[in-house]
């Protein structure tokens, strides 16, 4: 019954359509064969169109959700980018892990040589790793080309130590 109903509450809406196509002396829509073929690639573009956006959206999603991956050079910039907010935020640690050899110089000289170790890193390391000549500072230095990690390792542990640290960790 509620069926019937639907289709008597639509039959004036019918009776207007076939009254309008009478009219007009035919269909309402010409099909050709090139229209119908249209509308079919115009619908599979927006179904292949939806499906290439949520596939985005998922990749997205996944490397959000990833999150960064770093290279074993951006991990060692994110070291030394952490000691250069150590020591803007914090200075140098009164108290000095274990017996370093910086355990016997005084604050002020150790922060100054950490300051100046952590804002140049990036040349000394180039100077004691560049493989062509002598060192353009501290010529009695060996040269160390092809041991840019290594070096780069034992770079961050002085400074570390400098600051009063150990291994980056506050002492």
């Known amino acids: 019954a509620p069926v019937a109903m639907r289709l008597v509450h639509h039959r004036p809406l019918a009776s207007q359509l076939e009254a309008v196509a009478a009219l007009r002396g035919g269909n309402l829509v010409e099909r050709s064969a090139l229209a ?91 100077d004691i790793t560049r493989p062509d000549g002598q060192p353009k500072t501290q010529q009695s230095l060996a040269r160390l080309p092809g041991q840019e990690c290594e070096v780069d390792a034992a770079l961050h542990q002085v400074a570390c130590r400098l600051l009063g640290t150990s291994k980056g960790k506050p002492g």
Not at 54 to 82: K, T
Not at 95 to 115: I, L, N, P, Q, Y
């Open 36 to 126: 119908v073929y249209t509308a079919r690639l115009v619908s599979v573009l927006m179904g292949l169109g939806g499906v290439a956006l949520v596939s985005l959206v998922l990749h997205v999603l996944y490397l959000v959700a990833r999150g960064p991956v770093l290279s074993e050079s951006g991990m060692r910039s994110r070291r030394w980018d952490m000691l250069k907010d150590e020591l803007r935020l914090g200075g140098v640690v009164d108290k000095v892990v274990g017996s370093h050899a910086a355990s016997s110089h005084a604050t002020g000289a150790r922060e100054e040589a950490a300051r100046k170790l952590i804002m140049n890193h990036a040349r000394v390391l180039h």
